[in-house]
């Protein structure tokens, strides 16, 4: 899939620059309980929509959604690749210095997070949507946006998420 000039300039990061941490907490078993955002209805209903359009493996890694069960929350892999819609707006896209990239005609900004780890959510949607990467995946840096971009691009439209 084409990917921008955006892609090529975060590409040239060092590796724990894309280090992306799983939201919730893993268990024994290795599944992840992760906070079920609470969009308005209107936000829901795209959600539901990139619910049903989202692929059944990203980066190779067979779908195994994250507890409790929601059509807001997705989840791959063991450790999980997590992504949540309807998040709110995260505060970091206010500093005018925040990293972001554009990956398949999708918009994301990038957020360190206190463990070492990065967070993208989409930007010039009408949605937010997250996806957190476990750092076992730092090797696989941003395929699960590429995998993830065809499903976001139909279900949640551009705009200015509210």
Not at 11 to 37: E, Q, R
Not at 43 to 54: F, K, R, S, T, Y
Not at 68 to 88: K, Q, Y
Request: with cysteine; aromatic share 4%.
């Amino acid at each position: 899939m084409p990917v921008n000039s955006s892609r090529h300039r975060l590409l040239g990061l060092s590796a724990s620059a894309l280090l992306i941490v799983a939201a919730g907490c893993s268990s024994g078993d290795g599944s992840a309980a992760v906070a079920v955002p609470s969009p308005d209805a209107s936000v829901a209903g795209m959600c539901q929509n990139l619910d049903e359009a989202l692929p059944p493996t990203v980066d190779g890694l067979e779908r195994k959604d994250p507890t409790p069960a929601s059509a807001l929350t997705a989840g791959w892999g063991n450790p999980l690749i997590i992504l949540r819609c309807g998040v709110p707006r995260p505060p970091e896209m206010d500093d005018p210095k925040a990293d972001g990239v554009e990956v398949d005609g999708v918009g994301w900004m990038l957020s360190e997070r206190d463990d070492g780890g990065f967070r993208f959510t989409t930007t010039l949607r009408e949605a937010y949507v997250e996806v957190s990467v476990p750092e076992e995946r730092v090797p696989d840096g941003m395929a699960p946006l590429v995998d993830l971009a065809p499903a976001v691009k139909k279900a949640i439209p551009e705009g200015i998420a509210s």
